[in-house]
């Protein structure tokens, strides 16, 4: 179905309901399509049985059905026979609203504004909303059976049946926004500024990986003569230390990108958007563009970056919904001088002992599923390095998860392409606001290594070796990709620092012409903080080096079955479980040495407990998530 619905209708009963603006283009929405399938059968031998079929529905209408709930019933003979009829067909649109549709219902909030009031009264409302629109819905469905003598009598069975629509959002209007003139058409579209979605649902999406890369272009992709406001959805994101306005379009294969985004960005904060020019705004599904507009116009003149993905099928896949939000936030970071990082990040807080004086792990936090900042901060005398994350969710690729943690994250999920077969992701949230948006000290930073073999009784964390050495691991970001990309499954990709979107240079190192100017800063950037990376290694205040989780080792092409049994495997296919295993038992050694030494640092030796921040550089493919998941295991810790 090529239709969303959008509700803004406010309806306390069935009969409100179905004389509804919102019940009257949802009917003709599902007679659509019903009378679409029917007429693909008009060359059958059934072709008469079609036609009168297509004249029935054809005249149904709201009446039909609040004629049914004004009647006096018991209905008998005809009359019952045709409202049967009628209830049958409206039963089949209730089950596809509920399964195969796209729903919005919106509340406008005009008055958050002015802070008469707050956030949390308006969030309130909005689930409220939600909540008596679903149980009208199916009130009014139990209502229509029972009057028509379909109702089941005696026990009433609960059939898990729940009809909240997708995204029930509260809107403030776009005027509010401070967008510069040039973008004034944007300001039509009115801005969500909290919402409640249905969790737990999966969208079937045209496509299944990313195939184009996001680059600079050379023109502003932005049609401003041929946006029609009335066709987006507005969703202000805080990406890290900046605010980028998303405007999606209200087709299918578009629209389902809002609530993977919802579950995976935080809103910024209205004030953000209202007193000050956002940093940057991205269109999801210009049905006005090509390929040539898929990228992003950093416009010098406004001071905002541009981001834009057509409206193509070959572009329809959630990745091209965060990667290129990702791309304007690293490209905000170079140009503000601080070190985009794509990378985990989890925070540990390491208690000692009473007794024994043994450090252990109490608790962990992530900071980064995907990607985050490094910012060089006075502290005392020091500069030291903190880390930012961006994303309070994670787009987990199942292939690599055990089912228990498949069932830690049922129901909270936002999922794509289930039963794609392979690369099937979900977004799930994983950590707070307060967690991604207050630095944390750098203590550890790691480059992952998802193909190397490491020996038994050889630790996976190499932190011993030369600073050179390290920084030719990140700067070269080789890894084995899983396919989910353009790179084959099983080879080896290189990509500047694991590719901290947009790629910056060449499989050589050679800077790429579109972003000539980006890497030079980058370059600048790099030295930077690796003279204080190196400065504070050497002072033993951090650690760098490398990280082997053998995630791909099993089928990476040059690791033979003599060497992977050389190296504890029995297994071929048992490498990507066996191997994160091993590093994760690494890793927890790895931070609570650290841990021991951060408190030696301190001025007070006595300190029962201290944080250790660890970064891992690598795509989602290195190993990060299912490190991080053997280290849940190993400590018995919950996930957040």
């Not at 490491?454 to 050179?468: L, N, R, V």
Request: proline share 4%; hydrophobic share 35%.
């Amino acid at each position: 179905m090529e239709e969303i619905l959008e509700i803004r209708d406010g309806c306390v009963t069935p009969v409100q309901l179905l004389k509804s603006k919102a019940f009257a283009k949802y009917l003709n929405i599902y007679k659509k399509q019903f009378i679409k399938e029917l007429k693909n059968r008009e060359n059958t031998d059934l072709k008469d049985d079609v036609l009168h079929k297509i004249d029935y529905i054809e005249g149904i209408s709201a009446s039909t059905f609040i004629s049914i709930i004004d009647g006096h019933t018991p209905f008998s003979g005809d009359e019952l026979r045709d409202h049967r009829n009628s209830v049958k067909f409206i039963d089949g649109a209730f089950h596809h609203y509920r399964t195969k549709s796209y729903t919005r219902l919106v509340r406008l909030h005009n008055e958050v504004i002015d802070g008469s009031e707050d956030a949390e009264t308006i969030k309130d409302k909005v689930s409220l909303k939600a909540d008596k629109l679903s149980e009208l819905i199916l009130e009014t469905r139990r209502i229509l059976l029972i009057r028509v003598g379909l109702g089941q009598h005696g026990v009433r069975r609960t059939q898990g049946l729940e009809c909240h629509p997708n995204v029930s959002v509260g809107e403030v209007s776009g005027h509010f926004v401070n967008l510069p003139s040039d973008y004034s058409s944007l300001s039509q579209v009115p801005m969500t500024t909290t919402a409640d979605m249905r969790t737990g649902v999966y969208y079937t999406t045209h496509a299944n990986k990313r195939a184009f890369p996001f680059y600079a272009l050379d023109h502003n992709p932005f049609k401003k003569e041929k946006f029609n406001a009335e066709d987006y959805v507005a969703i202000p994101f805080e990406v890290g230390a900046w605010n980028i306005l998303c405007y999606i379009h209200k087709s299918r294969g578009c629209i389902e990108m809002e609530p993977g985004l919802l579950n995976l960005f935080p809103f910024s904060d209205i004030k953000n958007i209202t007193n000050k020019q956002p940093d940057g705004i991205f269109i999801f599904g210009c049905p006005h563009s090509d390929m040539n507009d898929l990228g992003y116009y950093h416009d010098k003149e406004n001071n905002m970056l541009v981001g834009l993905i057509p409206n193509l099928d070959d572009c329809k896949y959630f990745g091209y919904g965060k990667k290129p939000i990702l791309t304007l936030h690293n490209v905000l970071c170079i140009l503000n001088g601080d070190l985009p990082l794509h990378c985990g990040a989890t925070r540990y807080v390491v208690r000692f002992d009473e007794k024994t004086n043994e450090p252990y792990i109490f608790d962990s936090f992530i900071k980064a599923d995907d990607m985050g900042r490094a910012s060089l901060e006075k502290n005392d005398k020091d500069e030291v390095p903190y880390f930012y994350g961006t994303e309070t969710g994670a787009f987990a690729c199942l292939d690599g998860f055990s089912e228990h943690a498949k069932m830690q994250m049922e129901g909270r999920e936002i999922g794509y392409n289930k039963h794609s077969g392979t690369n099937a992701r979900q977004i799930v949230p994983v950590t707070e606001y307060s967690e991604i948006s207050t630095g944390s000290e750098l203590d550890i930073l790691l480059y992952l290594n998802n193909y190397e073999l490491i020996a038994p009784g050889d630790s996976c964390m190499k932190t011993d070796m030369t600073h050179e050495k390290a920084l030719e691991h990140f700067r070269s970001g080789s890894r084995v990709a899983a396919g989910s990309t353009q790179t084959h499954r099983g080879d080896v990709e290189i990509s500047y620092w694991a590719n901290p979107f947009p790629l910056l240079k060449d499989k050589e190192w050679k800077d790429l012409p579109q972003h000539s100017d980006l890497c030079e800063r980058f370059e600048k950037i790099e030295e930077k903080f690796w003279d204080n990376f190196k400065t504070r290694a050497k002072k033993g205040k951090m650690k760098i080096g490398l990280a082997h989780s053998m995630l791909m080792a099993g089928v990476y092409k040059d690791s033979s079955d003599k060497l992977l049994k050389k190296c504890g495997f029995e297994d071929r296919d048992m490498v990507e479980h066996e191997g994160p295993e091993r590093a994760a038992h690494d890793m927890i050694e790895l931070i609570k040495n650290t841990a021991i030494d951060k408190r030696k640092s301190l001025k007070n030796k006595n300190i029962k407990e201290v944080d250790v921040t660890v970064a891992t550089i690598g795509d989602s493919r290195t190993g990060k998530s299912e490190m991080a998941e053997k280290m849940e295991g190993v400590l018995n810790m919950s996930l957040i």
